[in-house]
């Protein structure tokens, strides 16, 4: 109850930023954190909570952004319809892929592989077929109005991500305290062992990926709507299955900020090493990587591993 | 009956682990299955438990035929497994481990937990409730494997080797809780090379050697069986158990 109650009063907290931050540069900065935290959040739940590394996030991502930009473009779809059933189109996805390679036992680096060919095959079939726009990709008309899911303004986008960093919180919070949490905490840390105890280890995995799924796939709608544009490299390309990865890697997999507290610390990182060697373009990824290996080298249990040391929390989570 | 085996059989390879084994347990025994290294105590343990199918053969527990069935259906039905290594969900503690098995009959965290809280006390890690399960000794860490079996609330449960790697005094604090166990009506299947716990546990003993049952009895009748003292002998294992077992 007590993370319940600092998580609304961060939030909340989180509400007056616009007013205070006038330079859309920062605000920008701000909204790319929250996404890259939400895109990492939902990786975490199947990752970190659920112990399954996926290599292949962007297949629900992807599906998210095309279903929505299929939907409006070809159909004529409001953008707030069309978010449903992007959704639901993740969700299936992930049941799909998730079906296939837990109902066969794949584990570790062959569900990794699996989830990684799932979405270049999503990619390539991307790049041909002519709904999607092929090679091309799909450009969604400037109509700045909030009935269009557009937003003339920073700030609109800014809620938004707010909104959604508020459902994968809860998300998160529900695992940390439910029954279906703990069975996928004790997946995660012994599958033999939770057999044993009557948990059925397929469903449980199901449910993860399905979740994570439909969340990664709002990500891809919010990534449709921000930027207005997409093709099947940004859609289902590795960058974003690499992208959802990271953030709770650095941040703290398993926890509940991890992934927020990772996207913040690698947007600033990025922002610094591009002002920092901007002239010399592909230096500053070198310099981006560097950091990167040192935060995995050293910290092992991310930065909220970190947090908890200084602070003396106690680290079992839910209570 | 609570548990049937009928002419079970397991071959890996070329290792035939399990041989035309058949035997019944009561409601309410402690039966103790034991032999040599290398008998097939510990794949029997994961055919009827449901992690291993076996070749040949059935087994029923509670009049129900559950054989093929998977892992987590049979611990629906009351019949759980302790691991001869433990195998506790490292990152979470000591509570939340055993909670993990009370969730089997309580779908409430809160009741899940509290029930955690109850059992540790029961197995004897009540001062370890909020530590994490990665921290606790190796008596420690048996000692959970039976607190998440007991949380499952099961008709029987399958001990393997709870006592292996316990200290003699940490041995004679678990046996009381064996007989506490029993005595709150769940029947106990263990596998033991503790000879001393054996004879003061089990109602009656079967004894497995290169995967066939070749006696079972009462724990005195059976430790002076010239069979098991050959098994026993014969491979040169096992001598002190065997001593144990000869002076009953
Ligand atoms: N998964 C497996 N694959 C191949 N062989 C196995 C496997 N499991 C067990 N065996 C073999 O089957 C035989 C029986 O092993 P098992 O572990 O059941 O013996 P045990 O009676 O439990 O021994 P211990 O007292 O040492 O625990 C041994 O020869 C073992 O090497
Ligand atoms: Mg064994």
């Known amino acids: ?61 992807g599906t998210g952004a095309y279903t929505s930009a299929v939907l409006q473009l070809q159909l004529g779809f409001n953008p707030w319809l069309a978010v449903g059933l992007a959704s639901v189109a993740g969700g299936v996805v992930a049941a799909i892929v998730g079906g296939l390679s837990f109902r066969y036992g794949l584990r570790g680096s062959y569900f990794a592989l699996i989830t990684l060919a799932f979405a270049e095959v999503l990619r390539i079939l991307a790049d041909s077929l002519g709904f999607t726009g092929a090679g091309v990709g799909l450009q969604v008309p400037l109509h700045p109005a909030v009935v269009n899911f557009q937003f003339a303004g920073k700030s609109g986008f800014y809620f938004t991500m707010l909104v959604l960093t508020a459902l994968g919180l809860a998300v ?116 981006y990587g560097a950091v990167l290996v040192l935060i995995i080298a050293f910290l092992p249990e991310g930065i909220a591993g970190v947090a908890r040391l200084r602070i003396g929390l106690p680290r079992g989570r839910a209570a | 009956m609570m548990l049937t085996l009928d002419h079970i059989a397991k071959r890996f390879g070329g290792v035939q682990a399990v041989s035309d084994v058949t035997f019944a347990v009561a409601r309410g025994e402690i039966v103790a299955l034991i032999g040599p290294n290398g008998a097939g105590k510990t794949t029997l343990f994961s055919l009827i438990a449901g992690f291993l199918a076996p070749d040949a ?35 979470l503690t000591v509570a939340q481990n055993i909670a993990v098995g009370a969730h089997l009959h309580l779908a409430s965290r809160g009741a899940a937990l509290r029930r955690g809280a109850e059992i540790a006390e029961r197995v004897g890690l009540g001062k370890w409730l909020h530590r994490p399960s990665r921290e606790l000794t190796v008596a420690g860490r048996k000692r959970l494997e039976l607190g998440r079996a007991l949380a499952t609330e099961p008709h029987l449960v399958l001990l393997d080797e709870v006592m292996a790697g316990l200290n003699p005094t940490e041995i004679d604090a678990i046996v009381p809780t064996i007989f506490a166990i029993r005595d709150s009506g769940i029947t106990v299947l263990l ?11 089990s109602d009656r003993v079967l004894v497995l050697n290169n995967g066939r049952l070749i006696a079972q009895g009462k724990p005195a009748d059976v430790a002076t069986d010239p069979a098991v003292i050959e098994a026993y002998l014969g491979r040169g294992v096992a001598p002190p158990a065997a001593r144990e077992l000869a002076r009953g």
Not at chain 1, 6 to 15: E, K, N, S, T
Request: hydrophobic residues 55%; neutral net charge; proline residues 4%.
């Open chain 1, 172 to 287: 998160v919070w529900y695992i940390e305290h439910s029954r279906f949490g703990a069975r996928l905490m004790a997946v995660r840390d012994n599958e033999d062992a939770a057999q044993a105890l009557g948990v059925n280890v397929y469903r449980v995995k199901l449910g993860a990926i399905v979740v994570s799924g439909i969340l990664m796939a709002l990500g891809g709608v919010f990534y449709l709507q921000y930027f207005l544009y997409i093709d099947p490299e940004i859609a289902y390309g590795p960058a974003v299955s690499i992208a959802a990865l990271l953030a709770p890697i650095v941040g703290g997999l398993g926890t509940m900020c991890g992934p927020l507290l990772g996207a913040a610390a690698l947007q600033l990182l990025n922002e610094v090493s591009e002002s920092a060697i901007g002239a010399a373009p592909g230096l500053n990824l070198v310099l």
């Open chain 2, 57 to 91: 053969g059935a087994i029923r527990f509670e009049d129900r035929d559950v054989t093929g069935l998977p892992p987590h259906r049979i611990a629906a039905l009351g019949l759980v497994r302790t691991f001869q290594t433990a195998q506790p969900f490292e990152r």
């Open chain 1, 1 to 61: 109850m007590k993370s319940a109650a600092a998580i609304i009063v961060l939030l909340l907290a989180l509400i007056p930023l616009p007013w205070l931050v006038r330079s859309d540069f920062w605000l920008n900065f701000a909204v790319l954190t929250l996404y890259y935290g939400f895109l990492g959040q939902s990786w975490n739940i199947l990752g970190g909570y659920g112990g399954q590394y996926s290599f292949g996030h962007a297949a629900f991502f």
């Open chain 2, 191 to 201: 596998t033991e090379h503790v000879m001393r716990a054996v004879m003061r546990l």
